[in-house]
């Protein structure tokens, strides 16, 4: 069993930083993708970010230069660096992974997900 855990959300001005990171327990397999995903109050869930276990990385227009995703392998955490910050990044922020390869329009449907972490951005 695959288990997911955030921390690192908050509260950052516009134009600030935040680090998320999650900390992956459990054998994920050779193959796997692992990634973020969010939601705001009344939206739908949005793909972020994926970084796959073939190392090819994915993010979503709306944050690409912005947002940087990246894992440690040794200490199984994968992070998401978000730079750049926008009210409109504000919303919960989940790690998600599955035991496949990574196909961006569907990482907001994969097997494992964490309880989230809010991320808020004040103007």
């Known amino acids: 069993q695959v288990q997911l855990a955030e921390s690192g959300g908050g509260t950052a001005q516009s134009g600030g930083s935040l680090r998320l990171s999650c900390v992956v327990s459990g054998y994920i397999g050779r193959d796997y993708c692992l990634g973020w995903f969010r939601q705001a109050p009344g939206k739908e869930r949005e793909g972020v970010a994926s970084i796959g276990s073939n190392g090819i990385i994915n993010y979503a227009e709306s944050v690409k230069g912005r947002f940087t995703i990246s894992r440690d392998v040794a200490k199984n955490v994968l992070y998401l660096e978000m730079n750049s910050l926008k009210t409109e990044d504000s919303a919960m922020y989940y790690c998600?992974?599955?035991?496949?390869?990574?196909?961006?329009?569907?990482?907001?449907?994969?097997?494992?997900r964490g309880p989230g972490t809010q991320v808020t951005v004040s103007s």
């Open positions: 998600t992974a599955d035991k496949n390869y990574c196909y961006f329009t569907l990482l907001t449907r994969l097997q494992y």
